[in-house]
């Protein structure tokens, strides 16, 4: 059968032709902050993750409840998307900083 469980991560995708534009990447931004909030409360959790891709660099959040009413949003990652194939090298050198947001997903989700 079918399972639903709760969903502690949330993301934004945007293209490439976004990237300058500072208010839409802000509202999206905030779209996740509203996310958080909301799945926090409903679902009573420690946190949630979540992820804003602009282009081709994607940055990673994380959000806690840390008082009554007083949400911390974090960031905690940051990577560049290889462009091409040829490039796929690249995540090795972004290991890293995967290995370190899958931990803090872990230890706070």
């Known amino acids: 059968g079918v399972t639903f469980t709760k969903n502690v991560r949330f993301g934004e995708i945007k293209s490439i032709q976004q990237c300058s534009n500072n208010f839409a990447i ?19 959790l420690n ?23 007083i949400y911390t949003m974090i960031e905690i990652g940051n990577i560049t998307v290889p462009s091409a194939v040829s490039n796929l090298r690249k995540y ?3 290991l890293d900083i995967i290995f370190n947001i899958l931990y803090i997903y872990e230890q706070r989700c």
């Open 26 to 44: 802000s509202k999206y931004l905030i779209h996740l902050g509203l996310f958080f909030k909301d799945a926090i409360n409903n679902y009573n």
């Open 47 to 69: 946190g949630c993750l979540a992820i804003q891709t602009v282009g081709f660099t994607t940055t990673f959040y994380i959000s806690i409840l840390t008082a009554d009413s």
């Open 92 to 94: 090795l050198i972004d």
